[in-house]
């Protein structure tokens, strides 16, 4: 089963709110930026830059461990996904008391060559942590490395989600659970309220996230 967003709105907005404050997200629909992809996009997000504020990073933390206990009950390793996961899995593991480990981008090319970090032992009930999900597609990489050594991946947490077709689709196609705090839908809602966007912004958004390679060609 696969669930994108499983948690309150009043979470949701919240989330996203921070996220705006501090532009951890920014919008710029009448300036896209252009992702790494190519991709035009009217949203730059970043949400490494919440760590930079004790307050902000304290409530991620104390609702991702909400979420976890809510969804997936007795775990035994945390684990985070290179690089923006990494910083927000440890403070999860360490505020639940678990073992943390991380997945590399790429396995190392010297030494132990390692792609996992950390101690991971066949049959550990894990979940994944990650700060942001577009497609999925290196998300769902560390979910295979960790199934790989025969770890029970309860499922993957992010702060945010794009909501893409495409994401929903690759991880219930892995059959891999993913839950965010926030996403798309509420990050536009909490823009408008806070005056970052006007109305007429909306459609154009809108556009973008249901077609986001096509959108600005």
């Known amino acids: 089963m696969q669930n994108d967003v499983n948690t309150t709105n009043e979470v949701a907005l919240q ?8 532009k951890a997200i920014k919008l710029q629909p009448n300036a896209p930026y252009t ?13 490494r830059l919440t760590l930079s504020y ?3 990073r304290t409530y991620i933390r104390q609702e991702f461990v ?37 997945v590399r ?3 190392k090319e010297h030494g ?11 049959g550990q009930r894990v979940v994944v942590i990650e700060d ?26 992010a702060i945010f989600s794009y909501d893409f077709d495409v994401a929903n689709e690759n991880f219930k196609a892995a059959k891999c659970n993913m839950f965010t705090l926030s996403n798309y839908s509420a ?26 390679a096509k959108w600005g060609k």
């Open 15 to 22: 989330v996203a709110k921070l996220l705006l404050k501090v």
């Open 35 to 47: 992702w790494a992809s190519g991709w035009k996009s009217p949203i730059y997000c970043d949400n």
């Open 54 to 56: 004790p307050q902000i």
């Open 66 to 102: 909400k979420l976890i206990q809510q969804e997936f009950g007795d775990i035994d390793l945390i684990v985070g996904v290179a690089t923006g996961g990494i910083a927000q899995g440890a403070l999860v593991a360490q505020e639940m008391g678990l073992p943390f480990a991380y």
């Open 105 to 107: 981008s790429t396995a």
């Open 112 to 122: 132990m060559t390692n792609l996992v970090e950390g101690i991971v032992e066949s």
């Open 132 to 157: 942001l999900i577009s497609t999925g597609g290196s998300s769902l990489k560390a979910v295979e490395a960790l199934r790989a050594l025969d770890c029970d991946v309860k499922g993957l947490v």
């Open 187 to 212: 990050l536009t809602e909490q823009a408008f309220a806070d005056e970052f966007i006007q109305e007429k912004d909306f459609e154009l958004l809108k556009k973008w996230r249901k077609d986001p």
